[in-house]
């Protein structure tokens, strides 16, 4: 019982990893309707931008993860300006977004890798002994993470139900078209959809490279396919969806692996996604209309 309640702790911290990544990706695909492919490589550069600002400016950890996680949301903008909303404008079909967004994931992966070099960095995190939580035992820097995407969702549960902004991104996910002849400024609400997308996935690249101890340049992308595992299985475009499904994933790769073989545990978050499209493939919180 002792190791369940153990995985059960780390099924937190992954579920909340998760959370931050899977919740971003939601809010940027029901602004645009479209799959963010390079949304791997933003991970992999917040865990860059965080390692360079703390140690070449030599900030404090925390200052760090808040100007790795905004510079990621800038990028994010960048790479709608420069490159998507040219194709969106031009009415290309999704399908070829899909592949532009390939490209992107390309550009930017070897961007990481000509700038920083492929070799593994780490976080040089003060070595912490676990606390007593309960059941659970946690490091300090777990509980940081938790607590960090608790803060985070309820700041996106307030942004989409509380102010203009959340209320817009809601209306041009149910129905673009509408929202726009409404008087929204659709334009506005993509670059901010994009902006907030990015820094949730570089703060989710904080946390993940943090609580795997080191990171590379392809590690965003090993991790991706996890995400959009969340992101189905909780409902495509929905941002609750996106965080029931997280904690889901999460809790069911690392209990599991308590069990089983480790190196499968992650094989049966796609067992869980397919079950999933199997008896509910409009996720567990559909879209409006499809459930």
């Known amino acids: 019982m002792t190791i369940f309640w153990l995985s059960v702790g780390f099924g937190l911290v992954t579920a909340s990893v998760l959370a931050l990544a899977s919740v971003g990706l939601s809010l940027q695909f029901g602004v645009t309707n479209y799959v963010n492919f390079a949304y791997g490589a933003f991970l992999t550069l917040g865990a860059y931008f965080a390692w360079t600002v703390l140690t070449g400016g030599h900030l404090p950890l925390g200052l760090a993860i808040v ?19 040219s194709f969106t404008r031009s009415g290309f079909p999704l399908f070829y977004l899909l592949i532009v967004s390939f490209g992107v994931s390309l550009i930017l992966g070897n961007v990481v890798q000509g700038v920083w070099g492929p070799s593994p960095q780490f976080f040089a995190v003060v070595s912490q002994f676990p606390l007593h939580i309960g059941p659970f ?13 608790i803060v985070s969702m309820v700041g996106v549960h ?7 902004l959340g209320k817009a991104m ?7 078209a509408l929202a726009q002849v409404s008087g929204i400024d659709i334009n506005r609400v993509t670059t901010w959809a994009w902006f907030i997308s990015g820094s949730l996935a570089g703060l989710a690249g904080i946390a993940l490279a943090i609580s795997t101890a080191s990171f590379e340049p392809g590690f965003g992308e090993n991790f991706l396919f996890t995400i959009f595992a969340a992101v189905i299985v909780g409902g495509i475009g929905q941002p609750y969806g996106a965080m029931l ?47």
Do not use: W
């Open 170 to 176: 809601r209306a041009m996910s149910d129905n673009p």
């Open 245 to 291: 499904g997280a904690f889901l994933i999460g809790m069911v790769t690392e209990v599991s692996a308590a069990f089983i073989d480790p190196s499968y545990s992650t094989d049966l978050a796609f067992v869980v996604l397919i079950v999933m499209l199997l008896l509910r493939p409009q996720g567990l919180i559909p879209a409006r209309g499809k459930a």
């Open 67 to 85: 100007i790795g996680a905004l510079g990621v949301g800038v990028v994010g903008v960048l790479c709608d300006r420069i490159v998507f909303r």
């Open 137 to 149: 035992l946690l490091t300090p820097a777990q509980l940081v993470i938790i607590g960090v995407a």
């Open 158 to 164: 307030l942004l989409l139900t509380r102010t203009r």
